[in-house]
């Protein structure tokens, strides 16, 4: 493995463990796609220069990427459906539960699975190492974006000040 691939791998895992930790707190949900963005970017940088280094990547490499993006997209979608939301101060908040921390597990537990499955013995840490960020950014993305639509779903009667009966939970 070389020592840039190992830092991918260190600084996604960095980041994953920030995500999770940011969402078990509660705070407003706000639309603001700054962190998923810069994850896209810095991730398509990364793989790119994976696959300029690795020619031979074969079709069964890039259908294992591909089926893990599209994995990141339903588990961010199945994580959004476990966070729970309230209004508070007639703003939307949101918080993790535990479950949504599990399946933050399984998340990354899928992404490395599935390229270990395809190339046990990768020497540079597989493509699963090189496209951490991008996974990231695809399965934060979705999730941020059913959040938000659940959010707004909530009456707006719900969003004045006057009118909360509840708090956090």
Do not use: C
């Amino acid at each position: 493995m070389t020592s840039t691939t190992l830092v991918s791998i260190v600084v996604g895992v960095a980041v994953a463990a920030l995500l999770v930790v940011r969402q078990m707190r509660a705070q407003p949900v706000n639309a603001n796609f700054r962190i998923p963005l810069i994850l896209g970017i810095i991730g398509l940088i990364e793989l790119t220069n994976y696959l300029q280094k690795n020619h031979h990547l074969g079709a069964t490499a890039i259908a294992a990427l591909v089926g893990s993006l599209i994995l990141a997209a339903v588990l961010g979608a199945a994580r959004a459906a476990t966070v729970h939301l309230w209004i508070q101060d007639g703003q939307p908040w949101r918080r993790g539960t535990w479950l949504t921390g599990a399946l933050w597990v399984v998340s990354l537990a899928a992404h490395f699975g599935l390229d270990y499955l395809i190339d046990p013995h990768a020497p540079d840490g597989g493509v699963a190492g090189a496209s951490i960020l991008l996974y990231l950014a695809v399965t934060y993305t979705v999730q941020r974006l059913i959040v938000q639509a659940r959010a707004q779903r909530i009456p707006v009667a719900a969003r004045q000040p006057e009118s909360v009966t509840g708090s956090a939970p």
